[in-house]
């Protein structure tokens, strides 16, 4: 079956950095949009950004525009979530998440996405 790992979460400083990863199985990586959600404490998991399957378009929330980048390397099938100037508020659990189908281009919704990874936690300190 799908399996998607997560690794790279930690405890981090306002305005340092982090580099997630998200290491997928059970599927034919290179096929399919690859995405990134986040759940805060008390608050509802909400859509980070996106990848093409081919790497060659990204979309992301407004909050993280300009300070993530997702990008992909689809020979190791993984999927990174480059996170600069974070900011406190940026604290949450991060998951990553697999198009339902291939070769389909997903919105922002979770039902979007159809295999789910089990989550890092991202702490930023003030």
């Known amino acids: 079956q799908v399996q998607l790992v997560e690794f790279g979460g930690g405890l981090v400083q306002a305005g340092g950095s982090l580099r997630l990863s998200c290491t997928a199985s059970g599927l034919t990586f290179s096929r399919y949009a690859m995405g990134w959600f986040r759940q805060a404490p008390g608050k509802e998991r909400e859509f980070v950004g996106r990848i093409s399957w081919g790497g060659g378009t990204t979309d992301y929330a407004d909050s993280v525009k300009g300070r993530f980048t997702i990008s992909r390397d689809n020979a190791k099938n993984t999927v990174y979530l480059q996170m600069n100037s974070l900011k406190p508020e940026d604290t949450a659990v991060y998951y990553c998440?697999?198009?339902?189908?291939?070769?389909?281009?997903?919105?922002?919704?979770?039902?979007?996405?159809?295999?789910w990874g089990q989550g890092t936690q991202v702490t930023v300190s003030s």
């Open positions: 998440a697999a198009a339902r189908r291939t070769f389909n281009s997903p919105g922002n919704s979770q039902t979007d996405f159809g295999s």
